[in-house]
C-alpha cells in the first residue's frame, strides 16, 4: 500500500513569496498532521487535521495555514516567506494500530528561503 | 507549555558500545513514542509505552518509561553501524504529540 506522498519534495522561493505544500496519507488515514523540521529545533508540531476540521494547532504565527480536503489530502500555506522559513515540512498521517495513534511520514518537502 | 527536552544532542560511539538516550516533559504523558531518522530520510515509527514504569525489548534496544510518566529512555546495546541516525522521543498529550529535539547517534566502526 502507498505510504505518504509530499509534493514538491524540493523548492526554493524568495522572501515575501508564498508556498503551498501537499500530502496525501495513506489511504483509510483520516488524520493529517504538519511539522517543521529545523537542524537547531528538531520537529515542531503545526497543525493536525481530522475530517477536514483543524482538531491542534501549534505556536506558529497566522502566516501558516493548512486545510484537508474531503479525501483526507491535506495543504499547508506559508505566505509572505522569511528566511527563517528554510526548513524540512513533514506531513504524517496516522492511524490507531493495535492501542497506538501512530505517526507515517512523508519524505518531506525541502523549502529554501533566499 | 508542554516541553519534552532530550539528550545529549549528539552522541558518538564505537561500533560495539551502549548507547542511551534520554528524554523528560514538563507534564505526564498519555504516553510516549520512539521514532528513528536515518541520516537524509524519514522518522519511522519505533515503539509505544503506555503505562507508567513499562520496559520494552525490540532486539538490542530497550526502551522504558518511567513511573511518574514524565521521563523516558532508549538504550541500545552494542550498537552497530545500521543504529546510526536520530532518535527522537514523543510524548502525547491526547491528539498532539510533543517531539524531543532528538538525539544523533554516530557509530564509528
Known amino acids: 500500500k502507498a505510504g505518504v506522498t509530499q509534493t514538491p519534495r524540493y523548492l526554493i522561493k524568495t522572501r515575501g513569496q508564498q508556498v503551498t505544500l501537499s500530502c496525501s496519507p495513506i489511504?483509510?488515514?483520516?488524520?493529517v498532521s504538519w511539522y517543521q523540521q529545523t537542524p537547531g529545533q528538531g520537529l515542531q508540531f503545526l497543525f493536525e487535521y481530522f475530517s477536514e476540521t483543524q482538531r491542534n494547532k501549534g505556536n506558529f504565527p497566522g502566516r501558516f495555514s493548512g486545510r484537508q480536503f474531503s479525501n483526507s489530502r491535506s495543504e499547508m500555506n506559508v505566505s509572505t516567506l522569511e528566511l527563517g522559513d528554510s526548513a524540512l515540512y513533514l506531513c504524517?498521517?496516522?492511524?490507531?494500530?493495535?492501542?497506538?495513534?501512530?505517526?507515517?511520514f512523508g519524505a518531506g518537502s525541502r523549502l529554501t528561503v533566499l | 507549555g508542554q516541553q519534552v527536552m532530550q539528550i545529549p544532542q549528539y552522541q558518538h560511539v564505537q561500533e560495539g558500545e551502549d548507547f542511551t538516550t534520554y528524554c523528560n516533559s514538563s507534564?505526564?504523558?498519555?504516553?510516549i513514542q520512539w521514532y528513528k531518522q536515518r541520516p537524509g530520510g524519514h522518522p519511522v515509527f519505533l515503539i509505544q509505552l503506555v503505562k507508567s514504569g513499562e520496559v520494552k525489548k525490540q532486539k538490542r534496544l530497550t526502551f522504558q518509561f518511567g513511573e511518574a510518566k514524565k521521563n523516558s529512555s532508549l538504550h541500545i546495546t552494542a550498537t552497530q553501524t545500521t543504529d546510526v541516525g536520530t532518535y527522537f522521543c514523543?510524548?502525547?498529550?491526547?491528539?498532539?504529540?510533543?517531539f524531543g529535539t532528538g538525539t544523533s547517534l554516530t557509530v564509528i566502526p
Open positions: 489511504s483509510g488515514h483520516r488524520s
Open positions: 514523543a510524548g502525547n498529550t491526547g491528539n498532539q504529540f510533543y
Open positions: 504524517a498521517s496516522s492511524l490507531v494500530v493495535g492501542g497506538a495513534n501512530v505517526l507515517t
Open positions: 507534564t505526564t504523558l498519555s504516553n
